[in-house]
């Protein structure tokens, strides 16, 4: 059974920093490409970014570019998301998800709740 579990969420000042994790488990972590997308709180799914299979090649959306980091641990079947320089317009439930090559998205994770305030 594929799983995606984010971990790292809660409070945080704005220009604070924050590092989620997405445990993955029941596939091959290491033959996939990951992403993590957020919903802010009434609003739709926007896409933070995404990784290759190789963690070699990463790419982020223009509001986090520069101020958000995505790896991976193969060893540790780990996903993670640096953020660095939190704005309150970051505050969201942040997924990682499993992307299938043929039809994107396939799975995901149940969210982290991540709040950016003073």
């Known amino acids: 059974e594929v799983q995606l579990v984010e971990s790292g969420g809660g409070l945080v000042q704005p220009g604070g920093s924050l590092r989620l994790s997405c445990a993955a488990s029941g596939f091959a972590f290491g033959s996939v490409a990951m992403t993590w997308v957020r919903q802010a709180p009434g609003k739709g799914l926007e896409w933070v970014g995404s990784i290759n299979i190789e963690g070699s090649t990463t790419t982020y959306a223009d509001s986090v570019k520069g101020r958000f980091t995505i790896c991976r641990d193969i060893a540790k079947n780990t996903l993670y998301l640096q953020m660095d320089s939190l704005k309150p317009e970051d505050a969201a439930l942040y997924y990682c998800?499993?992307?299938?090559?043929?039809?994107?998205?396939?799975?995901w994770g149940g969210g982290t709740l991540v709040d950016v305030s003073s």
């Open positions: 998800a499993r992307l299938n090559r043929a039809t994107g998205v396939d799975y």
